[in-house]
């Protein structure tokens, strides 16, 4: 094993956070991201600095190269020249409400994108291919909580579409190819240095400078809120743990989570969903201000609560969340707070 990491989407909230912890841990991490304007772009070159900072500190090997996976030659070419061992793909047009706005980016970075990383995964015998997928691919589903062997045959947004057909697309390549993937179904990550287009951020924000927050569907929501540590922890064990138990398929109780070929498919979660107006309090609380507050119906594509199961991934890792909201909302607040000099 060579240690050669390539992380997509390097740039962003979640590939930050696992860039730097996989340079902790001895990997030789190539980053990539397009740096796209989806929001602040300050804020991802700022993740770099701090990524690049960190491992010069630490005198550990990391590279980056601004390039898009739509963009298959130049791919092609990091492959080659890189040679990772293991990829992670988090490079995404992420986010639900944005996907009604401008549908075309989903399909150019979720489909082709990522299908230009499996054809590489591919070609270049990548040793175990782990992707970013989401809890949005359980769309309607009422049953609680949400397993990986439930149907997501329903979802409620093309963000969600495109990445139940990630999973989709991965089988084929394990069938075919033999290649060993992953995908992991995050539930609402949050924690410092996080997205701004998500509602912990914009209530942050906006509760800060007085401004009234939009509550959709008259506060009856719930979000499986799932710290960033608790993530790229899970991350870390999955790629220690290697791909070694793949082949455990009983044909006769076909289950969805895995298969005949090296697939896997794992929910990362809290497994302890929080009422929007409690999660509201908790920022309150820790701000000391009160927001102005807005009732409003539901939004276009958005589902009415998250859950996760986390029974299969307690199982394949030992996984043990460690941050509950209030202590991962202070520890956001306090980068928050530095960050943006308030
Ligand atoms: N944060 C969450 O709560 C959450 C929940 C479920 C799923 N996810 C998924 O996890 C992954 C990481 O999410 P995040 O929260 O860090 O989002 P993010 O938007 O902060 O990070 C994604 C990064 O990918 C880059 N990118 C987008 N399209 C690209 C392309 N075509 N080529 C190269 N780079 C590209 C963006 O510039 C961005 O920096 C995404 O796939 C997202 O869909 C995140």
Redesign the pocket.
Known sequence: MNKNILI??A?????FHLSIKLIDEGFNVFG?????E?YDVKL?IDRLKKIEDHAKLNNCKWEFLK????QNEILEGIFEKFKPEIVIN?????GVRYSIENPGAYL??NVI?FGNILECCRRYKIRHLIY?S??SVYGGNKKIPFSENDGVNHPVSLYAAT?RSNELMAHTYSHLYNLPTTGLR?F??YGPWG?PD?SYFIFTSKILKKETIQIFNNGEMERDFTYIDDVTESILKIIKKGTKDFKEFNFSEAIPSISWCPFKILNIGNSSPVKLMDFIKTLENNLGKKAKKEFTSMQPGDVQKTYADTSLITKFIEYNPKTNLDKGIKLFLNWYLEYYDK
């Open positions: 997509t989407g740039a962003g909230f979640i590939g990539i991201d397009n740096i796209n989806y991802k390039s898009d996976i739509v988090l490079a995404a047009q992420a150019n970075s994108g970013a989401s809890s990445k995050f609402t990550v997205r998500m």
